[in-house]
């Protein structure tokens, strides 16, 4: 309960404050909290930490409520109208299946790699079974090329080498870096003009792909979230070939 209580105090002081103020204040008064008047609330707190754990009780039970309800609404856009979902992002596999799977994947993750390779047999083995759609989520706070690295694929995409791309960096995961952004441009024989000015323009549209990852409560990547007509929802990599089986 205290280690609770020392995470909200903050919260509930700031909170707690706010009202005492609009009641206490006059409109024009100095707003400046006094160290008399944060004792009092924080003796209120003490004397009653049942309402602040309340509180965050029904707190994250709201926001528990409001992501499960995301996740059945992107599902059913996903079951419904797929193309809207898959928006402008690169695809490969299938151009006519009814089996999507979207991947929210970094570059600089080491389970993305691993799941890269597997994706790519899965590719192979049943070519017509599925589509395969990529979501950037570049966990930056962690991994320090993740950004540079999508930003970099984003640009390759915007001249038709998205996959070429992906997998040179997926091939060359500890050699991340603009030496190897460059070079793999090169090779790919990409206008660097080009390629240089997209890097600056693909913020925005990776962005979006980071909102719907959080929308969704994504928590870690590779991240993948599947639908059929018979399936639809979060999936593990191991239980994906089940389900282009027809076994799920």
Known sequence: MLKIFNRFRKLAIISLLCLMLTWSLPVQADTKISPQLEQQVLEIIRKNPEVILESVEKYQQK?????????????????????????????????????????????????CAEAHQTLKDLLAKYPDKFTLVYKHFPLFQIHQQALPAAKAAWAAYQQGKFWEYHDALFTNQKKLGETLYLDTAKKLNLNLIKFNSDRELANSFIQKDLELARKLGLGGTPSFIMSNENFGGPVKLTEIEYILQGKQ
Do not use: H, M
């Not at 059913?76 to 490969?92: E, H, R």
């Not at 979207?102 to 570059?107: L, P, R």
């Open 63 to 111: 926001q528990q409520e409001k992501l499960q309800q995301s996740r059945e609404e992107f599902i059913n856009d996903l079951q419904s109208k797929p193309k809207a979902i898959i928006g402008d992002s690169p695809t490969t596999g299938a151009t006519k299946s009814k089996t999507v799977l979207i991947e929210f994947s970094d570059f600089e993750c080491p389970y």
